[in-house]
């Protein structure tokens, strides 16, 4: 089964950045979208940034600016760098793989990583 592995979380006062990483153990990635996700409390879980094999990048509104998601092919990684970080930006985030063309999204959550923007 693959898993997906998310890391870099913590806590962060506004204004701050962290780098967050997703390792996949099989070769969920190749070929395919990735995306990181997030979900706050309370709240539903919302797509932030994605990545097709090719390199392009799409982000959600909020974000767009401030993350820059980032693939290495090679490693089956792919990251998102979060800079001027808000407390709106806490979160559990993740990241998951689906085909192009299709919001099949493949294997499962994993355990995320947590981010917390506060002073």
């Known amino acids: 089964q693959v898993q997906l592995v998310e890391s870099g979380g913590g806590l962060v006062q506004p204004g701050g950045s962290l780098r967050l990483s997703c390792a996949a153990s099989?070769?969920?990635?190749?070929?395919?979208?990735v995306g990181w996700y997030r979900q706050a409390p309370g709240k539903q879980r919302e797509l932030v940034a994605s990545i097709t094999s090719g390199g392009n990048t799409d982000y959600a509104d909020s974000v767009k600016g401030r993350f820059t998601i980032s693939r290495d092919n090679a490693k089956n990684t792919v990251s998102l760098q979060m800079n001027s970080l808000k407390p709106e930006d806490t979160a559990i985030y993740y990241c998951r793989a689906r085909p192009p063309g299709y919001n099949l999204l493949l294997g499962n959550w994993g355990q995320g990583t947590q981010v917390t923007v506060s002073s």
């Open positions: 099989g070769s969920i990635f190749s070929g395919n979208v």
